[in-house]
């Protein structure tokens, strides 16, 4: 047998066993599949309403401004097939070399053969060509309401992203290159992908972002020393052991968001906040919250703010023998701290001694990129499901920030894993990304129609615990942190709701980056700087233009603050110290839990 023949068999045998190995998996994919839970139409994307306005105020352009159309179209035509012309005359003449391309540069089109071949590139024209025309067409629609307007070319962009030609592999080089390099393994390796994600979730294809094998909670995330010392059926309350002989007097509670899991500030040693914040000498306390099931239907921002917030600041003082606390919020935490704060206030109640808030919105006039999402035709689809359900899943709120990014979070992950072949990374933040959180039925249409819709907190008063309190009546010390780019928690309006509080004592910090690498962003990697500006009486484009640019993380610069608030240093306080026995190590039990029902 010659070497060519021997070659041809192991060949045929590997194709033989991917033959059979893709047979398998459409087995277990289509059994995977029928296990799939109908999502109701309102959850899937707007209504026929928003679509119907945009065709309505295009056809009205049509008859009132036919030139302006004309013009679109014969611009958009004529870019077309001029490349059309350019192309086919190169081949005909047997010049494989593409036209000129002034296409911008776009990660997404990454390998050479975007550029050089004239297949991919032909097509990577046309339909950058494509994109621009019917970005243009919405952008230019007279007619529509600037919220309509904002969400017709938010949804346009999403068709636009998705039928971009890297998320098929027939136009895709970097998958057929890989197909052809590993005589289709890849592919086949990329099937057993795609029917993993789709069995982990229950017939929803949901692409891993991360190896789920390389981390577990408690193991090698979340691994700061500390103890569960209360426990109620609203949150763990966790102390953290002292990594310095002596700690500040007044202790730090730390309010982490419920919409995923605390431990994103403390991923691991070197980028962790709360180990940061302990070994500054500070007596750190931290709010880990439960993963509601049905059971918590009922449980609305009432129970959030006193079974939460109030309890555990209470719990903090019993277990310090403080009079007051410093108090930090995070997202939806810093949102919700506000509320207390204001309710506080209205009870003569001076527990809080100054107030930190991450990226937290409490002037929702502005509702930012996530305001696409926000309209009736989401929300009434969101209450109809929690009411049927008794919650919010981890589900939907996972997929509608990952739509907020949706070439990051969901296309790209799902070319490496389902067309290269790939293993999802071991990244621990990605893993965080996907280990999700439930919201409480009543709770979640609370936040959604009385603040994200209502603006209730700025404006007419939030109802809360029986009465309606109102940004202004937060009047302690306050510092806020806000991120460059953030996608969630827009900086501006961040900032905005900060002025309207009624403490004397304010301080914004802007922070480079986003929602979360703005926030956990350590010294040592020195990596993203930040602004300050005393002056908060000017509107946020003016405040930032004459801010000062800093260097390096705002870590220390918030400490600065805070220590000048923290009191004097006494010798360090040790867990169980003052009689509360410790129920269970950190990051305790509720964190483990999954937001799969």
């Known amino acids: 047998m010659t ?5 041809e068999i192991r060949d045929l045998e590997v194709m033989n ?17 029928s296990r799939s839970k109908p999502i109701p139409k309102a959850l899937q994307g707007p209504s026929d309403d928003l679509f119907v306005k945009a065709a309505s105020a295009y ?20 870019k077309t097939l001029a490349h059309f012309a350019d192309a086919q005359s190169r081949l005909s003449k047997g010049d494989l070399t593409p036209p000129k391309d002034d296409t911008p540069k776009d990660r997404r089109f990454s390998n050479p053969l975007w550029d050089t071949h004239p297949y991919f590139n032909f097509v990577k024209q046309q339909y950058v060509a494509t994109s621009q025309a019917m970005t243009d067409a919405v952008q230019d629609i007279e007619g529509l309401e600037d919220r309509d307007r904002k969400r017709v070319d938010y949804f346009t962009r999403q068709i636009v992203d998705m039928l971009a030609p890297t998320n098929f592999l027939a136009t895709n080089p970097d998958a057929l290159e890989q197909a052809v390099a590993t005589n289709g393994e890849s592919l086949v390796t990329g099937l057993e992908n795609l029917v993993r994600d789709i069995e982990a979730h229950d017939g929803q294809m949901i692409v891993s972002l991360a190896d789920t094998d390389a981390f577990e909670v408690g193991r090698n995330l979340g691994t700061t020393k500390g103890s569960v010392v209360f426990r109620n059926r609203m949150f763990e309350l966790i102390q953290y052991a002292p990594s310095t002989e002596t700690v500040h007097e007044v202790p730090l509670l730390l309010f982490p968001p419920w919409i995923n899991k605390f431990y994103v500030l403390d991923l691991k040693d070197k980028n962790s906040l709360i180990k940061w914040i302990v070994d500054q000498g500070y007596t750190l306390f931290v709010v880990s919250w439960v993963n509601p099931d049905e059971s918590y239907a009922d449980v609305g921002m009432d129970q959030y703010v006193e079974e939460g917030f109030m309890t555990a600041i209470d719990k903090v003082k019993e277990i310090t023998g403080v009079p007051k606390v410093n108090v930090t919020g995070y997202c939806i935490a810093g949102t919700t701290l506000s509320i207390t704060l204001a309710l506080l206030k209205q009870r003569k109640d001076t527990s809080v001694n100054s107030a930190t808030f991450f990226t937290t919105l409490t002037d929702f006039s502005d509702q930012g990129e996530v305001g696409v999402f926000l309209d009736d035709d989401f929300v009434d689809g969101i209450e109809a499901e929690a009411t ?19 070439n990051d979070l969901i296309y790209q992950p799902a070319i490496r894993s389902y067309m290269l072949g790939e293993a999802p990374p071991a990244f621990d933040l990605l893993y965080w990304n996907g280990d999700g959180t439930n919201l409480p039925g009543k709770m979640a249409i609370e936040y959604l129609r009385n603040l994200c819709q209502g603006d209730k907190l700025a404006t007419t008063g939030f109802p809360i615990c029986d009465t309606l309190v109102h940004l202004s009546e937060v009047d302690v010390p306050i510092c806020a942190i806000g991120c460059e780019t953030d996608h969630i928690a827009a900086w501006s309006s961040s900032y905005n709701g900060v002025r309207q509080m009624g403490s004397k004592d304010k301080t914004f910090i802007l922070s480079e980056s986003g929602h979360i690498a703005g926030i956990v962003n350590p010294p040592s990697k020195k990596k993203y700087g930040h602004y300050t500006n005393d002056d908060m009486s000017l509107t946020p484009q003016e405040w930032k233009g004459a801010a000062k640019f800093n260097e390096g993380s705002w870590w220390p ?17 040790t867990i169980g110290d003052s009689g509360v026995k410790a129920l269970a190590p950190a990051p305790g039990t509720y964190v483990r839990a999954s937001g799969t029902l």
């Open 59 to 78: 056809a009205a352009e049509m008859v009132n401004n036919p030139a302006k159309i004309i013009e679109h179209q014969i611009g958009y035509w004529g």
């Open 3 to 7: 070497l060519k023949e021997d070659s």
């Open 388 to 406: 049927r359900t008794g919650i919010m899943s981890s589900l939907y709120m996972s997929r509608t920030f990952s739509y907020l990014r949706a």
């Open 17 to 33: 066993a991917n033959i059979t190995k893709i047979e398998e998996l459409s087995t277990r994919l289509a059994a995977a599949m």
């Open 557 to 573: 610069r918030w400490v600065s603050w805070l220590t000048e608030r923290s009191g004097d240093m006494i010798p360090a306080r």
